[in-house]
């Protein structure tokens, strides 16, 4: 893994042309990092951003060469604090969820204190696009360190599983800005052969508190309690918020009132979307734990398809602004990597959900340890981030880059499936860290595909739409490989333990809390944490199906040379 030396370094050349002047102090910032000025400092569309989010030409602060020494000593650490933070955050849930299930006794409806973080993130990650060019990119980006903040501190002092998932949901509206809003300035701001190597930067502080979240977090779960494991994020949060304000600073072009700004937003495409994406989840979930004949199941899978179609129609016909246009997200080339997005981060979120449950009730492994499975699986991360970055800029192109990831996840799936099967740890791992290597190679180059298929006035649209695939994805994977695990646990359950009831009664004990699998006869519980690792290899075969989707979506992707 990184240091955390280097993955500051690098975020640093990514943000430093927000406080450099496009003309005669460029090299200065060059040598400040010791990185070539036109691979940072030439915007794509030759322009800067400004305090509302619009693009102004040579605009600069106060009109004088800015100095980037001091200021970008203190920006960098906090725009690399917030994506560190949030990334953070969602592995360090994954390595809790035994403990916080336990704890709560609702170990059945862990899968919610991801889902309800998704679900807002999902349906606010495509605003922030919108709204930065409204508001401005400060703005929105200040409006979210604080809501995370916000978030993490209600979800430490949660009494039960519902206040929880409510705190996570808080979370998951900040933690939309913390990602989306970064990667637009980046893109407005870095040439778009460049463009791929910078966002291997930005993906390596990513993966590196991705990485750094689990082991924390079991260790946290471990021995001082879970809690403070989402406590302690709220003053990491101020202190990036602080930072920002004090140090970024760009140009205010738009002078109408508030309330101006506040009426051009999509509420209505809001309402739709996160209506639409509740009840898919809600009824995922239901399905999972009630059963699929059920009421409370079929009905709102069945009106999840009607509001999709509905938020079609009111980003086409009805929007003036819309936050998902039509021509953005339907154009041929764009879907095609909206939809390799979509698939492959459900097959990857799908896996991480899971198998820290796996290494814990199937291989016996404390939260600790099970947190540390992620750490090679995060080298391989970085590698192929950053390696796709450097070969898209050296070759100039991405569409073989792509499916060479893609070909990588699913190639991936059958190490850990036999691992799975065998209750090998050294096994998974290896496969874990396939399939890491290749998404993360296809996550970087299906972006370049995106923001090279686009037109550039609307690249910041098109970038948060792709956040809202990828949100999709990882909602929709975590819900759909959690009920295929649960579902093929309730059924060898019944099988090997022979008579319903005591079958029943153990299945409904073991997924309130793990602990239980601890106090059972110890042929018992072999048979029980057998049951886990068959569960868990059926749980791969959304992953695989996931996996190949996205790599027939992105067959469709068009190449375009990177040249703007």
């Given at each position: 893994?990184?240091?955390?030396?280097?993955v500051?370094?690098?975020?640093?050349?990514?943000?430093?042309?927000?406080?450099?002047?496009?003309?005669?102090?460029?090299?200065?910032?060059a040598?400040?990092n010791?990185?070539?000025?036109?691979?940072?400092?030439?915007?794509?569309?030759?322009?800067?951003?400004?305090?509302?989010?619009?693009?102004?030409?040579?605009?600069?602060?106060?009109?004088e060469?800015?100095?980037?020494?001091?200021?970008?000593?203190?920006?960098?650490?906090?725009?690399?604090?917030?994506?560190?933070?949030?990334?953070?955050?969602?592995?360090?849930?994954?390595?809790?969820y035994?403990?916080?299930?336990?704890?709560?006794k609702?170990?059945?409806?862990?899968?919610?204190?991801?889902?309800?973080?998704?679900?807002?993130?999902?349906?606010?990650?495509p605003?922030?696009?919108?709204?930065?060019?409204?508001?401005?990119?400060?703005?929105?980006?200040?409006?979210?360190?604080?809501v995370?903040?916000?978030?993490?501190?209600?979800?430490?002092?949660?009494?039960?599983?519902?206040?929880?998932?409510?705190?996570?949901?808080?979370?998951?509206?900040?933690?939309?800005?913390?990602?989306?809003?970064?990667?637009?300035?980046?893109?407005?701001?870095?040439?778009?052969?460049?463009?791929?190597?910078?966002?291997?930067?930005?993906?390596?502080?990513?993966?590196?508190?991705?990485?750094?979240?689990?082991?924390?977090?079991?260790?946290?779960?471990?021995?001082?309690?879970?809690?403070?494991?989402?406590?302690?994020?709220?003053?990491?949060?101020?202190?990036?918020?602080?930072?920002?304000?004090?140090?970024?600073?760009?140009?205010?072009?738009?002078?109408?009132?508030?309330?101006?700004?506040?009426?051009?937003?999509?509420?209505?495409?809001a309402?739709?979307?996160?209506s639409?994406?509740?009840?898919?989840?809600?009824?995922?979930?239901?399905?999972?734990?009630?059963?699929?004949?059920?009421?409370?199941?079929?009905?709102?899978?069945?009106?999840?398809?009607?509001?999709?179609?509905?938020?079609?129609?009111?980003e086409?016909?009805?929007?003036?602004?819309?936050?998902?246009?039509?021509?953005?997200?339907?154009?041929?080339?764009?879907?095609?990597?909206?939809?390799?997005?979509?698939?492959?981060?459900?097959?990857?979120m799908?896996?991480?959900?899971?198998?820290?449950?796996?290494?814990?009730?199937?291989?016996?492994?404390?939260?600790?340890?099970?947190?540390?499975?992620?750490?090679?699986?995060?080298?391989?991360?970085?590698?192929?981030s950053?390696?796709?970055g450097i070969?898209?800029?050296?070759t100039?192109?991405?569409?073989?880059?792509?499916?060479?990831?893609?070909?990588?996840?699913?190639?991936?799936?059958?190490?850990?499936?036999?691992?799975?099967?065998?209750?090998?740890?050294?096994?998974?791992?290896?496969?874990?860290?396939?399939?890491?290597?290749?998404?993360?190679?296809?996550?970087?180059?299906?972006?370049?595909?995106?923001?090279?298929?686009?037109?550039p006035?609307?690249?910041?649209?098109?970038?948060?739409?792709?956040?809202?695939?990828?949100?999709?994805?990882?909602?929709?994977?975590?819900?759909?490989t959690?009920?295929?695990?649960?579902?093929?646990?309730?059924?060898?359950?019944?099988?090997?333990?022979?008579?319903?009831?005591?079958?029943?009664?153990?299945?409904e004990?073991?997924?309130?809390?793990?602990?239980?699998?601890?106090?059972?006869?110890?042929d018992?519980?072999?048979?029980?944490?057998?049951?886990?690792?068959?569960?868990?290899?059926?749980?791969?075969?959304?992953?695989?199906?996931?996996?190949?989707?996205?790599?027939?979506?992105?067959?469709?992707?068009?190449?375009?040379?990177?040249?703007?």
């Amino acid at each position: 893994m990184e240091s955390s030396t280097r993955v500051l370094a690098g975020a640093g050349s990514e943000t430093t042309p927000l406080l450099g002047s496009r003309n005669g102090s460029s090299n200065e910032a060059a040598s400040y990092n010791g990185i070539p000025s036109n691979a940072i400092y030439t915007p794509r569309n030759g322009t800067a951003d400004t305090e509302d989010g619009s693009p102004q030409a040579g605009a600069v602060s106060n009109g004088e060469p800015a100095k980037p020494g001091v200021k970008l000593a203190a920006l960098l650490p906090a725009l690399a604090i917030g994506i560190f933070l949030v990334a953070l955050d969602q592995t360090l849930t994954i390595a809790t969820y035994g403990k916080i299930g336990s704890e709560l006794k609702a170990l059945n409806s862990t899968s919610w204190i991801a889902t309800s973080y998704f679900l807002t993130l999902t349906t606010f990650q495509p605003l922030y696009g919108k709204l930065s060019d409204i508001f401005g990119r400060k703005s929105c980006l200040l409006f979210a360190y604080a809501v995370f903040g916000l978030g993490c501190l209600g979800c430490g002092l949660a009494r039960n599983i519902v206040e929880l998932c409510i705190a996570r949901a808080v979370q998951g509206v900040g933690g939309g800005g913390m990602n989306a809003v970064v990667t637009i300035l980046v893109t407005d701001l870095v040439s778009l052969r460049e463009r791929g190597v910078w966002q291997g930067y930005i993906n390596i502080i990513w993966a590196a508190g991705m990485s750094a979240g689990a082991p924390i977090g079991g260790l946290f779960a471990d021995n001082i309690g879970w809690r403070w494991a989402f406590i302690l994020q709220s003053p990491i949060a101020l202190i990036a918020f602080t930072s920002v304000y004090i140090v970024l600073h760009l140009p205010h072009t738009d002078h109408s009132h508030w309330s101006a700004k506040f009426l051009r937003i999509d509420f209505i495409g809001a309402f739709t979307l996160v209506s639409a994406v509740f009840l898919l989840l809600f009824g995922l979930d239901n399905g999972s734990n009630e059963g699929w004949d059920k009421e409370i199941t079929y009905i709102p899978l069945a009106l999840t398809p009607v509001l999709f179609c509905i938020f079609v129609l009111v980003e086409a016909k009805v929007a003036k602004e819309p936050f998902a246009p039509g021509h953005v997200i339907f154009d041929p080339p764009l879907l095609a990597a909206y939809g390799a997005n979509f698939f492959g981060v459900a097959g990857q979120m799908g896996v991480y959900f899971f198998i820290a449950l796996f290494f814990q009730a199937a291989v016996g492994l404390s939260a600790t340890r099970s947190g540390l499975v992620f750490i090679p699986s995060t080298f391989f991360s970085l590698s192929g981030s950053l390696g796709g970055g450097i070969t898209m800029r050296r070759t100039g192109k991405f569409f073989w880059l792509t499916l060479t990831g893609y070909c990588l996840a699913l190639l991936g799936c059958v190490p850990m499936v036999i691992g799975a099967g065998q209750r090998s740890a050294i096994i998974t791992i290896i496969g874990l860290a396939i399939v890491a290597l290749g998404s993360s190679i296809s996550i970087t180059s299906t972006l370049i595909a995106i923001i090279a298929n686009v037109a550039p006035e609307d690249t910041a649209v098109a970038i948060a739409c792709s956040y809202l695939f990828r949100s999709l994805g990882t909602t929709i994977g975590i819900s759909i490989t959690t009920a295929t695990l649960q579902q093929m646990l309730r059924v060898n359950l019944a099988e090997r333990l022979g008579g319903a009831d005591r079958a029943r009664e153990i299945e409904e004990q073991v997924r309130l809390s793990l602990d239980y699998i601890r106090k059972l006869d110890p042929d018992v519980a072999i048979i029980v944490r057998k049951c886990y690792a068959i569960a868990t290899q059926w749980a791969f075969v959304p992953v695989a199906v996931f996996a190949s989707l996205a790599l027939v979506s992105s067959l469709f992707i068009k190449e375009k040379k990177l040249d703007r």
